[in-house]
């Protein structure tokens, strides 16, 4: 190979020879200077160069591309149904709230069975005992009443969580990013544990309103066998004493 193109270098050296008028001897050296083997090299050097200047541009490329997809993947959801969400929750607390008579503590349950629904007993007098059961078929009602607040409550968040499900549906659908992704999925799982929260809040009310009105069933009963004993027990009888019929 080396051979063929020393032979054509010389062919083309003699045709231009022949074809030139005549020259000195120093140019003559000038022109037969002329390289092809290093030619060929430097110009097989600047085609690797260049080779690795496009692989160049082509990594900055595939950055650019990357970056732009991270920065899809970072962007944030544009919508929020946190607030919606908590306003739902903070009304049913506050229905709960709310519960008239014997609420939702400890203490004042504890205190209700120890008095409106204790045990009845020879100590109490029957004025006593009719307040008793008045104030049992009073907590009775109120707890029937909270109940259906409650469960009114949950049924006026319903629109609200229609409303709330339909835009994250559609904003998950819209998300461009696993970012925006994911905070549609969490606000709608939040949405779920507010629904959950109603239920409970609705099973919790009801469970009241029922306990209640067996504890009311059981008070009567004990109630109704202190005051079936007392009817059956002797009394002390008729005892005559002196009555003025008029006065003098």
Request: proline share 2%.
């Amino acid at each position: 190979m080396t051979k063929l193109r020393h032979l054509a270098a010389a062919s083309t050296v003699a045709l231009w020879l022949t074809a030139a008028p005549p020259l000195s001897v120093s140019v003559l050296a000038q022109a037969i200077v002329f390289d092809l083997q290093n030619y060929a090299q430097n110009v097989l050097i600047a085609a690797r160069e260049l080779q690795q200047i496009n692989n160049q541009i082509a990594a900055l490329q595939n950055q650019r591309e990357s970056l732009i997809n991270q920065a899809r993947n970072l962007a944030s959801l544009p919508y929020s149904s946190l607030q919606q969400l908590q306003s739902s929750i903070q009304r049913t607390q506050q229905l709960l709230a709310q519960a008239e008579r014997i609420a939702f503590n400890v203490r004042e349950i504890d205190h209700a069975f120890q008095t409106t629904y204790g045990s009845a007993n020879a100590s109490q007098s029957s004025q006593t005992l009719i307040a008793y059961a008045q104030a049992r078929w009073q907590n009775s009602v109120a707890a029937l009443q909270d109940a259906l607040r409650v469960q009114a409550g949950v049924v006026g968040n319903l629109d609200t969580n229609r409303t709330q499900m339909s835009a994250l549906v559609t904003s998950s659908q819209a998300a461009t990013g696993g970012l925006a992704a994911t905070q549609a999925g969490n606000q709608l799982l939040a949405l779920q544990a507010q629904q959950l929260a109603d239920l409970t809040a609705t099973v919790v009310a009801q469970g009241r309103a029922q306990s209640l009105q067996a504890a009311q069933q059981a008070a009567a009963q004990d109630q109704g066998r202190e005051q079936l004993r007392r009817f059956l027990t002797p009394g002390t009888g008729y005892q005559s004493t002196n009555v003025t019929m008029f006065h003098r």
